[in-house]
């Protein structure tokens, strides 16, 4: 597959183990935050997202959790699985604009 | 699959050429957004188009043009490509203006040479 970064923070876990993924955000007036999922040779893939107003969302197997006082956002995944190998990239924005800024990644490999 | 369409998926190509890309939005979705990927600058938003109109611009060239057509397909130009344009380019759509979910296809590998 194609790879997008040689030098990304990589994260190495074994199957079944939770995982827990971190992004620090730069723009203290963002107010909306996406956590997205990107496998070798694919587009980046929507998971979950999160607004300033709250502290934790869950989804299937997936929470995210948003400290707007040290501007960090995390996203753990349960009972994780090789299929969730890929690179995780957040992205934040401020309400009614159109842009998403990315952060630089995190490569996440589970081993069987 | 996102239902966000991409042709081509690689293009190579030599400096000083012009290249475009394609993009097919999901069905009913208006705003698609053209992101470039490359190994040092990570996921950067180049420009956004809403229903025809350029809506928003981030860190896009001179050289570089897009334009959103009546069916809403978008075209993404590079002209007089350099080395350093090598990169992934994705096309993302949503259905609004403002950021709501977008929806990424599979991407274009440019290599200039």
């Known amino acids: 597959g194609e790879s997008v970064g040689l030098h990304l923070p990589t994260l190495s876990v074994q199957e079944g183990d939770n995982s827990i993924i971190n992004c620090a955000y730069s723009n203290s007036a963002s107010d909306y935050f996406i956590w997205y999922k990107q496998e070798s040779g694919k587009g980046p893939q929507f998971i979950i997202d999160?607004?300033?107003?709250?502290d934790k969302r869950q989804g299937q197997r997936v929470t995210v959790l948003l400290n707007k006082t040290v501007k960090h956002l995390s996203l753990q995944i349960a009972a994780t699985q090789p299929g969730d190998s890929a690179v995780y990239f957040c992205?934040?924005?401020?309400?009614?604009?159109?842009?998403?800024?990315f952060g630089k990644g995190t490569m996440l490999l589970v081993s069987p | 699959d996102s239902g966000v369409t991409q042709t081509p998926k690689h293009l190579i190509t030599a400096t000083g050429q012009r290249v475009t890309l394609r993009c097919s939005p999901r069905?009913?979705?208006?705003?698609v957004y053209w992101y470039q990927q490359s190994l040092d600058q990570g996921l950067q938003f180049l420009i956004q188009?809403?229903?025809?109109?350029?809506?928003a611009k981030g860190n896009i060239l001179e050289r570089f043009s897009a334009q959103q057509f009546p069916d809403l397909h978008s075209e993404l130009n590079l002209s007089s490509l350099e080395l350093g344009d090598s990169a992934l380019y994705f096309c993302?759509?949503?259905?609004?203006?403002?950021?709501?979910?977008?929806?990424f296809g599979p991407g274009t590998r440019l290599t200039v040479l």
């Open positions: 999160i607004r300033s107003n709250m």
């Open positions: 188009y809403y229903n025809g109109e350029e809506r």
């Open positions: 992205a934040e924005t401020v309400s009614g604009y159109s842009t998403l800024t």
């Open positions: 993302a759509s949503s259905v609004g203006t403002a950021v709501d979910t977008q929806y």
């Open positions: 069905s009913g979705d208006l705003s």
